[in-house]
T-cell receptor
Framework: SQQGEEDPQALSIQEGENATMNCSYK?????LQWYRQNSGRGLVHLIL?????REKHSGRLRVTLDTSKKSSSLLITASRAADTASYFC??????????FGEGTQLTVNP | DGGITQSPKYLFRKEGQNVTLSCEQN?????MYWYRQDPGQGLRLIYY???????QKGDIAEGYSVSREKKESFPLTVTSAQKNPTAFYLC?????????????FGSGTRLTVV
């Protein structure tokens, strides 16, 4: 069963704007990860946040985690056309298995 | 360069045929995974293996089989028992420190039933 649910399903913004995607999950987790997928390609790992962390940064990416609300957000600042892709959250609860959400399709218009 | 190689990139299967998708990694990763992705949807886990000669069913294992005879290789067979096999199949691997670095994915195999 899918644990993560992303919101919104699709997001369209102009270059230079910030993009925020949200992820909710149902059970306790060890960590939450965000991945990016360009059309027809494999997924690329972006960032991992552990259950005892609240915020993490990597370049133009900022991830927050609220375990009390079982939710996470991914913020991409100063977006570029090359950021156009699908973004997935994935949760690890136990046994090294990742459970993926259905993704947010981000379109950045030049 | 280290990475995961999936082959073929595109695969066509006739009704009733078994087909095998290849996944090879040279990252020295212990764990390997097979996911299925349908259009506009997330990934669903088919099978995974955390060590050679051992594997476990994921959420949608029916109609699929795997083997893990070598650390580098984790082939997936889509059998005729899988009623709706048309999908994008992704293989991934993870090192023992995966909690730090996440999964590494291959570029996928698109399977179509004709």
């Amino acid at each position: 069963s899918q644990q993560g649910e992303e919101d919104p399903q699709a997001l369209s913004i102009q270059e230079g704007e910030n993009a925020t995607m949200n992820c909710s999950y149902k059970t306790s987790i060890n960590n939450l990860q965000w991945y990016r997928q360009n059309s027809g390609r494999g997924l690329v790992h972006l960032i991992l946040i552990r259950s005892n962390e609240r915020e993490k940064h990597s370049g133009r990416l900022r991830v927050t985690l609220d375990t009390s609300k079982k939710s996470s957000s991914l913020l991409i600042t100063a977006s570029r056309a090359a950021d156009t892709a699908s973004y997935f959250c994935a949760t690890e609860a136990s046994g090294s298995r990742l459970t993926f959400g259905e993704g947010t399709q981000l379109t950045v218009n030049p | 360069d280290g990475g995961i190689t999936q082959s073929p990139k595109y695969l066509f299967r006739k009704e009733g045929q078994n087909v095998t998708l290849s996944c090879e990694q040279n990252l020295n990763h212990d764990a390997m995974y097979w996911y299925r992705q349908d259009p506009g949807q997330g990934l669903r886990l088919i099978y995974y293996s955390q060590i050679v000669n051992d594997f476990q069913k994921g959420d949608i294992a029916e109609g699929y089989s795997v083997s893990r005879e070598k650390k580098e290789s984790f082939p997936l067979t889509v059998t005729s028992a899988q009623k709706n096999p048309t999908a994008f199949y992704l293989c991934a691997s993870m090192s023992g420190n995966g909690v730090l670095y996440g999964y590494t994915f291959g570029s996928g195999t698109r399977l179509t039933v004709v």
